[in-house]
């Protein structure tokens, strides 16, 4: 059983950034691939960027791509979501995701453990 729980969302105006974290307990961490998503007001949660337990294969929607990165820092059983050029389309709730597998998946029924989300809101 993994637990994640994710932490730094909050406003910011158009234009600016935030660094989402994730934090997982258990000691199997460096053996998963991560994800993020997201769920915004009345709309279905989607991908947005995954990540694997190496740090060799990295996924991007196209809607983040060149904005957002994802990292992971194995010793602290963290994953990370650095938001750089926001805008007021990336307001939502984000959830940090874990799939105990090498193997990198971007849909939601691949993952099997989730946190609770932090929001993220985009002013224009």
């Known amino acids: 059983q993994v637990q994640l729980v994710e932490s730094g969302g909050g406003s910011v105006q158009a234009g600016g950034s935030l660094r989402l974290s994730c934090a997982a307990s258990?000691?199997?961490?460096?053996?998963?691939?991560m994800g993020w998503f997201r769920q915004a007001p009345g709309k279905e949660r989607e991908f947005v960027a995954a990540i694997s337990e190496s740090v060799s294969r990295i996924y991007y929607a196209d809607s983040v791509k060149g904005r957002f990165t994802i990292s992971r820092d194995n010793a602290k059983n963290t994953v990370y979501l650095q938001m750089n050029s926001l805008k007021p389309e990336d307001t939502a709730v984000y959830y940090c995701?874990?799939?105990?597998?090498?193997?990198?998946?971007?849909?939601?029924?691949?993952?099997?453990?989730w946190g609770q989300g932090t929001q993220v809101t985009v002013s224009s």
């Open positions: 258990g000691r199997t961490f460096s053996t998963y691939a």
């Open positions: 995701a874990a799939r105990p597998s090498m193997i990198v998946v971007t849909t939601r029924a691949g993952y099997a453990y």
